[in-house]
Antibody
């Protein structure tokens, strides 16, 4: 059964870079079918798609975040990562990683449990 | 591009049915059959309920069903149960430049 787990600092200073890693177990990140995505949820608010990456390194980003986001994939370690630079308090959120069926049905399943990142000095 | 529009709240009594709408435009919901729905309980990760408008993943009860008419997609929960009380989000493909649009979410209360 596929399982995803986010990891990274829970506290980031304003103007710094937020860095998170998602470790995939129970399946290969090098799947030719699926992609891998990041979604965030500010406290008490709705979900926002951040971006998606394919095992080859191809990336797709939310236009509103594109200028600040980079994503990478590490197939040998079955991990993919997110970096969001120049963060502000508005980037405080629970960040989820998920498998993304981007090429076909455009759905996310399964999801990691999420990790809360607070932007504060 | 704006998020998809969902009612902030919905409610129904146990055993009844409730329908949650998800309104987009001709550029997203109206043009593609890639609408999915997620259920999120407090403090938990979202769970996929419906994909491609009306398909259910394995393990999702058939009490949950999806449909689409024009630029509005709908999620119907039949035979409401206490555990259906949660937040529900829709998503739609919106083209190559913005592949994933989320709705604002609907909080479902089971009376």
């Amino acid at each position: 059964q596929l399982h995803l787990q986010e990891s990274g600092p829970g506290l980031v200073k304003p103007s710094d870079t937020l860095s998170l890693t998602c470790t995939v177990s129970g399946g290969s990140i090098s799947s030719h079918i699926f992609y891998w995505g990041w979604v965030r949820q500010p406290p008490g608010k709705g979900l926002e798609w951040i971006g998606t990456i394919y095992y080859s390194g191809s990336t797709y980003f939310n236009p509103s975040l594109r200028s600040r986001v980079t994503m990478s994939v590490d197939p040998p370690n079955n991990q993919f990562s997110l970096k969001l630079n120049s963060v502000t308090a508005a980037d405080t959120a629970v960040y989820y990683c998920a498998r993304h069926d981007y090429a076909d049905g455009n759905w996310f399943d399964p999801w990691g449990q999420g990790t809360l990142v607070i932007v504060s000095s | 591009q704006s998020a998809l529009t969902q009612p902030p709240s919905a409610s129904g009594s146990r055993g009844q049915s409730v329908t949650i709408s998800c309104t987009g435009t001709s550029s997203d919901v109206g043009s593609y059959n890639y609408v999915s729905w997620y259920q999120q309980h407090p403090g938990k990760a979202p769970k996929l309920l419906i994909y491609e408008i009306s398909k259910r993943p394995s393990g999702v009860p058939d009490r949950f069903s999806g449909s689409k008419s024009g630029s509005t997609a709908s999620l119907t929960v039949s035979g409401l149960q206490a555990e259906d009380e949660a937040d529900y989000y829709c998503t739609s493909y919106a083209g190559r430049n913005n592949p994933v649009l989320f709705g604002g979410g609907t909080t479902l209360t089971v009376l």
